[in-house]
């Protein structure tokens, strides 16, 4: 799978993208969210994981134009908040965020995740899998 995973934070950056290349996968890493929407256009990727405060573009700005240019890519966030505004902020910046994820979260469990969405994804319909998954994390949230 490709990935690209966009956080400013450079060592939790480097220790995910580590595990998921261990894993086997080709992720693409980004500083910020200007540098995300670039790797975007230029590569041919999978799932976009993105932080949401990030210097120069934030992770909600980076994913409309994310889903202006590509519609049917799939993004995550992966963000140290989980509050709802913030949520359902995610989920209204672009069509195709299929969750939110709050850290922290161990790589194996993130990555594991990603595997099994995407799989669910292909199976079910992103649509789907959005539904139940904004579902799920605004319950939690509030």
Request: charged share 25%; net charge negative; aromatic share 8%.
């Amino acid at each position: 799978m490709n990935i690209l995973y966009a956080e400013d934070d450079r060592d939790c950056r480097e220790l995910f993208a580590y595990a998921f290349k261990k894993r086997g996968h080709k992720i693409y890493e980004a500083r910020n969210g200007a540098q995300a929407v670039q790797i975007v256009r230029d590569e041919q990727l999978d799932l976009v994981i993105l932080d949401i405060r990030m210097p120069m573009m934030t992770g909600y700005d980076a994913a409309r134009v994310i889903n202006q240019e590509h519609p049917t890519l799939p993004v995550l966030f992966f963000s140290a908040k989980g509050l709802p505004q913030e949520i359902t902020q995610a989920f209204a910046s672009s069509k195709m965020v299929i969750d939110y994820l709050v850290k922290p979260i161990m790589p194996k469990q993130l990555i594991t995740w990603v595997e099994n969405t995407i799989k669910e994804c292909h199976i079910q319909g992103m649509a789907t899998i959005r539904q139940e998954n904004m579902a799920r994390e605004l319950v939690v949230a509030e």
